[in-house]
């Protein structure tokens, strides 16, 4: 975000609104509870009462984890992997999610993966209380993503799509959500990953993420993802 200067650009719009703006960096994949306390902790010095998470799906899920602690500083990781345990949010703050990868729909979700690499964890949480205020669903962030991660990052959006389908919970509104995502993939992922600056391609993958997102928030995935938050860290 910051090479490309997607950064720079939304601090502009930011001081366009004169809304002071302070940037946290340097979130890994699949952050850890380390990045997580350490970005609680900048939180706590800068006090915002508005907080963007900028960037791919690691970026997102860590400030929304960054989020809780500021809110919260006495959470415990291993407590808020029980479902629905956060308690309620946006009393010091609201976030904001502007995605820059296609694939987990983080910015509609109430779900954050946050990883303590001493025990071999990912830790999810999950609860709606942690579903952004506002996201910004903007194809074109998308274009600087190499093949690799456009191919992977789409197949986990296809991944979202089918098994929201499948959820034995599944109802006509989130099927039609599901649906339109998994047919979007289907059409559009090669042409993102063979013509990256192809901005209605990419769109449409940012759109297909955001739906897959949408459904499965409603209706839960299944065990692909119950055995990949397993497998993940020890495989690293």
Known sequence: MKN?????KAQNFLSEANIASAVFSGVEADPSIETVLLGADFFTQEQPDIIIGLGGCSAIDAAKAMWI???YPDS??????????????RNKAIFVAIPSTSGTGTEVTGLAVI???????KYPIVSHKLTPDVAI???????????HVTANTG??????????YASNIAD??????AKGSIELVFKNLATAVE???????RQAMHDASCMAGMAFTNVWLGIVHAMSHQMGVPSE
């Open 137 to 147: 669903i903007d194809g074109e962030l998308c274009a600087s993503m190499p093949k």
């Open 155 to 164: 197949l986990d959006a296809l991944s979202h799509g089918v098994e929201a």
């Open 76 to 89: 415990k990781l291993e407590e808020l992997a029980a479902p629905f345990a956060v308690k309620p949010m």
């Open 115 to 121: 990883t303590d690499r001493a025990k071999g964890t």
């Open 4 to 8: 490309n200067g997607v950064l720079t």
């Open 195 to 201: 013509e990256p600056n192809n901005l209605d391609a």
């Open 69 to 71: 602690f500021y809110e």
């Open 172 to 177: 006509r509104y989130n099927d039609s959500l």
